[in-house]
């Protein structure tokens, strides 16, 4: 009867809304606190630390292990990738530097791949400048990092209150979104009341998961296979 399948869509939809809150909020808590990549020039290897996430429903109740990869470098090909968002109003492409482990050196079956850096920090430009940057440092004994630049240090002591000032649309944030997004800032005035809970509990989510982080680090046998030194070998990026 319409009564069924009504009731049985309705059934599907929240099982698979469900499944994505989970999923999400899986991915997102107790995850380790970084997933490093390193370079090794002198041996021609890559190593790094990633989280095993399985997929279906079955994989949401399984642990998702923290594991250790090593590849050979002359293994790796490197990807542009770039995939095209369009709305109502706006078109715009999200680009991702992707190494693609092939299985040997003549055939094509790939075992693994991988992305390098985050995609909100990529863009056409800079996945070509990146992977000109490590291609030079493992075949041309290039330099760790361009002139002028500086590693990136990421502020570990930030609480709660950290976190919910930059979510909340108030001060700096709100004077940015004024200058550069008058429309966005107008409509967040508009609806205030049903955008403000949702910041706020954008801002919470994204304090737990960096409460909830794992640390890492490396296993003996990879810092053995690096030397004696990891931080100011020259070897290594």
């Known amino acids: 009867s319409a009564d069924f ?18 999923r999400y909020a899986r991915i997102e808590l107790f995850r380790p606190m970084d997933e490093p990549v390193i370079f090794d020039r002198r041996y021609r290897k890559v190593y790094r630390i990633y989280r095993e996430i399985y997929p279906g429903w079955r994989g949401l109740f399984r642990v998702w292990p923290t594991k250790v990869a090593q590849y050979d470098w002359d293994l790796i090909e490197a990807e542009h990738h770039a995939v095209l968002n369009a709305n109502t109003s706006t078109i715009s492409r999200n680009h991702a530097l992707v190494f693609s482990v092939r299985a040997n050196i003549e055939g094509a079956h790939l075992i693994d791949s991988f992305t390098i850096g985050s995609g909100m920090q990529m863009g056409e430009t800079t996945v070509p400048a990146v992977w000109e940057h490590i291609r030079r440092f493992m075949e041309e ?30 001060g700096e944030n709100f004077k940015v979104w004024w200058t550069h997004q008058r429309v966005l800032a107008i409509m967040l005035i508009v609806f205030l009341p049903v955008v403000l809970p949702l ?10 998961s960096y409460v909830s982080a794992t640390p890492v680090s490396w296993p003996r046998e990879v810092l053995l296979a690096l030397g004696e030194s990891v931080a100011p070998d020259r070897r290594i990026l």
């Open 5 to 22: 399948v009504g009731l049985l869509f309705a059934a599907l939809i929240c099982s698979f809304g469900a499944y994505l809150v989970i």
């Open 141 to 170: 004994n290039g330099p760790h990092l361009g002139r002028g630049e500086e590693v990136t240090s990421f502020d570990r002591s930030r609480n709660f209150f950290a976190y919910m000032r930059a979510f909340m649309p108030y």
């Open 199 to 208: 910041l706020f509990l954008a801002g919470v989510f994204s304090w737990l």
